[in-house]
Each structure stands twice: as structure tokens, then as C-alpha cells.
């Protein structure tokens, strides 16, 4: 892995997953049918509490508390990747990112699980077995879009344009296995692109963290309900 | 003084708050006990780090505690140290009472999708194995929704980590 200081590592895994967990929650109550408000639901509940506990062992290490990593930070201040922060997308796209961020999670959590430090092994080993039900879901959601040939040109186009993106999850070394997986399962090449970089931002990262901070901004010393 | 059998005695009082039908000691979350003078100090490991009981347990834990004239320190694990291997046999059996499927055994392989939409899965309400999977997903993070065509019942299934 590329060298940083563990509350930056931390930070980057926490950011995405709580970014994505906001984005994932966008769909309850709209998502095409029962099963999937549901899913996409449960994911984004999951993801957040990851988010989380990595908050929790990163506040440890910069003296703070995980509300404030959270909420309290500026919005060019996060260190997700911008995969995560793509506003609500129609729904081939939406299983696009799931499937490339789940298989990009994956392969990042293999290499942490070998990590020295043993709460960063820890805690990944933790989340990659939770994570098996988000990529078992991913991984159904390709299969049956696969098999239709109106399906396939959805995911192929929608993965096509957030390959850059799905990169810039990893670091340098660890993309050549996402390009094989993907490339593999889709029986395709796919173009060599430029990574859209960690650090810097959509402008849908500002507006959702409008609406992610909103209650903590408005009762700075904690909302009583 | 408290002991730590007493303290494992209240713990296994405290329902779990989203399936009261069995005690955090059941569902295998209290890791160790350990009681130096009125100090108590237990470690936790959660399910799912997404399940919104996590906060309810450590409050009803700490409460226990305290009840018992000591100080409670709850130290969260977050390793993987928690499987659903972790269910007692008590705890399987009175999931399955309550009308929740008990968690398949953990294999070497891991949870496939192959073994969730094919493997032998039992109704807990007939007992059939006829069941289909219905949502990787439930109510809650540790729930899958299974149906019966046998009885013609949808049961949510405890899902193996």
C-alpha cells in the first residue's frame, strides 16, 4: 500500500464508506421495487457503521471524536474517492458502482487484512465478512443483467463511464487486479483512462454535505430530541 | 464483591433488542468478563457493525453492571473475533421457537450465492426444505428473508457470518 499515516488511511476508508452508505440510503423508498428499498437500505445502514467504527479508531489517533471527523469537517477536507460521492444515478448505474466499489473494497481489504498494525487488520477482516452480502448482491445484480441483451448494454455503458472513477478507489498497485476482475467478468477490455484521483471533489459533494451536516450545524452542542 | 459468574448471570438476563427472544449471552457478543475489586470490564464484539442495537446493548450491559453495586468499562472489539458460530445451542434453539430461521453452519468457503439460493435451508415453522431465498436482506442487518413453499410462509433467517 501507498505510504500514509494510519488516520489518514482510516479517514479515506471511512469517508467512503460513509459517503456511499448516504448515497445508497438515497433509494429507500424509490428503488424499482420492495426487495430493493430493502436492500439498498440495509447496505447503506451497514456501510455507515463501518463508517463509523473507522471514525471511532481514527478519532483515537487525532485526539477528536468520531462525530466531529464526521460532520464537522470542511467539505474539500474529505478524503473519499469520487466514485462515492456521484449523486443518486438511474439504476443500471446504481448497480454499476456497487459492483465496482464492492469489488474495489474487496481487493483494498485483502491487503489491509495483511496489515502490521493489528486493529487496521483487525477492523478489515471485520468488514470484508459483512461485505461478502453487499458483493453477493452486486454479484446478482450483474448476473441478471448479463443475461438480457438490452441488460448487458446498460452495464457495460454505465461501467464504462465510471471506470476512471472506480480506479481512482485504489492505489496504484492493487488496480491492475480490479481491471482483470471486471474485465474478466464482463468478457471485455476496458479503456485505458486516467484515475479520477482521491481528494478531489464532485460537486455533489458540497450539497450532500449540506444536507449530511444540516442537524449538527443548527445544534452545534448536540440536538436534543 | 461481584463475581464474574454473577456477572455472566445478569448478562444473560439482557435480551437482545431486536430478537428478545434471546440474551446477548445466547447470542455470543460478551467475548470475556473480567472483575478487579468494583471495576467490571467487558469486552463486546457486535454482530454487524451496522446493527442499530449496538448502543441499546452497551446501555443495558452498563445498567446491569451497576445494578450489581459495580463500575462497568465496555470495550468494543473490532476484530472478527464475533461469527454467527458464536450462537449457543440454546440460542439456535430458541430462534428457531421465535420463528427465526437459525444461522447455516459456516464453511471453510465462506457464504456463496449458490449455497443461499440452493442449500438445504429449514422452515421454521414446518421444518421443510423447500424454502427459496426471497432478500439477501431484511429488517435488520443479520436477516435474510427466506419464503416456504411448503407452508406457504415467508421466515427471516439468521445469516451466517
Known amino acids: ?225 | 464483591m461481584v463475581t464474574a459468574e454473577e456477572i455472566w448471570a445478569a448478562l444473560a438476563e439482557i435480551p437482545d433488542p431486536e430478537i428478545p427472544a434471546i440474551s446477548l449471552v445466547d447470542l455470543g457478543v460478551v467475548k470475556s468478563v473480567e472483575v478487579d475489586g468494583r471495576r467490571v470490564r467487558i469486552e463486546f464484539t457486535p454482530t454487524f457493525m451496522g446493527c442499530p442495537a449496538l448502543e441499546r446493548m452497551r446501555v443495558e450491559m452498563t445498567a446491569a453492571v451497576e445494578e450489581l453495586g459495580a463500575e462497568a468499562e465496555i470495550e468494543v472489539v473490532l476484530d472478527d473475533s464475533w461469527s454467527s458460530e458464536r450462537i449457543s445451542a440454546e440460542g439456535r434453539e430458541k430462534l428457531r421457537t421465535a420463528g427465526f430461521a437459525p444461522p447455516a453452519p459456516r464453511t471453510t468457503e465462506g457464504v456463496t450465492l449458490v449455497q443461499l439460493e440452493r442449500g438445504p435451508f429449514r422452515c421454521p415453522y414446518c421444518g421443510s426444505t423447500d424454502t427459496r431465498l426471497e432478500n439477501i436482506f431484511g429488517p435488520t442487518p443479520c436477516r435474510s428473508i427466506r419464503y416456504c413453499s411448503a407452508c406457504r410462509q415467508p421466515f427471516e433467517q439468521f445469516k451466517t457470518l
Request: proline share 4%; with cysteine.
Open chain 1, 1 to 225: 500500500m501507498q505510504e500514509r499515516s494510519k488516520a489518514d488511511l482510516l479517514l479515506e476508508l471511512a469517508d467512503d464508506e460513509l459517503f456511499l452508505g448516504w448515497r445508497n440510503s438515497e433509494w429507500t423508498g424509490i428503488a424499482p421495487f420492495l426487495e430493493e428499498d430493502v436492500a439498498f437500505s440495509s447496505i447503506a445502514q451497514n456501510e455507515i457503521g463501518h463508517a463509523r467504527a473507522l471514525y471511532e479508531l481514527a478519532a483515537r489517533e487525532l485526539d477528536t471524536t468520531a462525530d466531529a471527523l464526521a460532520f464537522d469537517r470542511q467539505p474539500e477536507e474529505y478524503r473519499c474517492a469520487p466514485l462515492v460521492e456521484l449523486r443518486r444515478l438511474e439504476w443500471a448505474r446504481t448497480i454499476a458502482r456497487h459492483w465496482l466499489y464492492e469489488t474495489a473494497d474487496e481487493i483494498r481489504l485483502a491487503a489491509l487484512k495483511a496489515s502490521d498494525d493489528p486493529e487496521i487488520a483487525g477492523i478489515a477482516s471485520k468488514i470484508d465478512r459483512e461485505e461478502t452480502y453487499h458483493r453477493l448482491h452486486a454479484e446478482m445484480w450483474v448476473e441478471r443483467l448479463l443475461v438480457s441483451e438490452d441488460g448487458r448494454a446498460r452495464l457495460n455503458e454505465a461501467v464504462e463511464e465510471l471506470w476512471p472513477y472506480a480506479l481512482g478507489v485504489l492505489d496504484d498497485e492493487l488496480r491492475p487486479e480490479l481491471r482483470s476482475r471486471i474485465e474478466g467478468r464482463l468478457g471485455r477490455s476496458l479503456p485505458e483512462v486516467e484515475p479520477v484521483p482521491r481528494g478531489r471533489h464532485e460537486a455533489e459533494l458540497a450539497e450532500l454535505w449540506q444536507e449530511m451536516t444540516v442537524v449538527r450545524r443548527s445544534a452545534p452542542t448536540g440536538a436534543q430530541w
